[in-house]
């Protein structure tokens, strides 16, 4: 089975969101294109999607949260990452199911693993994507558990790659 897919789709990649803000206006996206890239200071590439209600908020606020989501909330991937921020208001969805909580000023999910608040650092045309350069100002644990992982959504069949 592994050698049918392609290089890139082999590996059980972590699922994060991303939760964006800039004036009153906020969002949530899910990505997968998010990598350590620094050790000292602690660095991070994102890849956001073009586009995206999420990509405008970033680029004005010139810095975003990145949620490392648990593996019981796969469902939320349907509303995050299968829903455009432009149709739809992500955050009073997650108001109305209470599923948020504040952190620095950011509404962050309730029930995930960790936070990172990242400030961009430089941005480049990655194709469909853009890539953000991010140094990480500040970060917390705040569950333990198993992460959320490409290969969770495969089994419950919201993707198929």
């Not at 294109?33 to 200071?41: F, G, V």
């Not at 490392?68 to 149709?87: D, F, I, R, T």
């Amino acid at each position: 089975m592994s050698l049918r897919k392609k290089p890139w789709n082999r590996t059980n990649q972590p699922v994060y969101s991303v939760s964006s803000r800039s004036g009153d206006a906020q969002n949530m996206h899910i990505l997968t294109y998010a990598t350590a890239i620094s050790m000292q200071p602690k660095r991070f590439i994102v890849g956001i999607y073009h586009g995206t209600r999420t990509l405008e908020l970033v680029e004005q606020e010139q810095s975003f949260v990145l949620q490392l989501l648990a593996a019981e909330q796969y469902p939320l991937v349907k509303l995050l990452g299968q829903q455009s921020g432009k149709k739809v208001d992500k955050i009073s969805r997650l108001e109305k199911r209470k599923l948020l909580v504040e952190w620095n000023g950011y509404a962050v999910l309730k029930g995930c693993l960790a936070v990172m608040e990242l400030q961009i650092l430089d941005a480049m045309d990655a194709g469909d994507h853009k890539a953000f350069l991010c140094d990480v100002v500040q970060w917390k644990n705040l569950h333990t558990g198993t992460a959320l992982t490409l290969d969770v959504l495969r089994e419950k069949g919201i993707i198929r790659a």
